[in-house]
Nanobody
Framework: QVQLVESGGGLVQAGGSLRLSCAAS????????MGWFRQAPGKEREFVAT????????YYADSVKGRFTISRDNVKSTVYLQMNSLKAEDTAVYYC?????????????????WGQGTQVTVSS
């Protein structure tokens, strides 16, 4: 079983940057496929980015492509989400999630472990 703890959220002005971290612990923490999702007030949770266990494969939602970068450090068992050129519509609670396999997935049902979430607020 993997446990996940997100950090790095906060308040930033439009056009600014933030880096989210997701520290994973557990037997398969360094090899699990991982993803970031977000949920804005009154909206459904949506996919943001995913990375394979090796870090060799990534995939992004169209809304963040070119602005966000997902990466991982398997020595530290940590996954990152670098967010640049932030917009007001990026405001949401961001969740880190882990899969039971090494591959990527953009589907929520593909993940079996979730973090508690971290708030990102972008002021316009």
């Amino acid at each position: 079983q993997v446990q996940l703890v997100e950090s790095g959220g906060g308040l930033v002005q439009a056009g600014g940057s933030l880096r989210l971290s997701c520290a994973a612990s557990g037997r398969t923490a360094s090899s699990a496929g991982m993803g970031w999702f977000r949920q804005a007030p009154g909206k459904e949770r949506e996919f943001v980015a995913t990375i394979s266990g090796s870090g060799g494969s990534t995939y992004y939602a169209d809304s963040v492509k070119g602005r966000f970068t997902i990466s991982r450090d398997n020595v530290k068992s940590t996954v990152y989400l670098q967010m640049n050129s932030l917009k007001a519509e990026d405001t949401a609670v961001y969740y880190c999630a882990a899969r039971g396999v090494r591959t990527i997935s953009a589907e929520m049902r593909g993940y079996d472990t979730w973090g508690q979430g971290t708030q990102v607020t972008v002021s316009s």
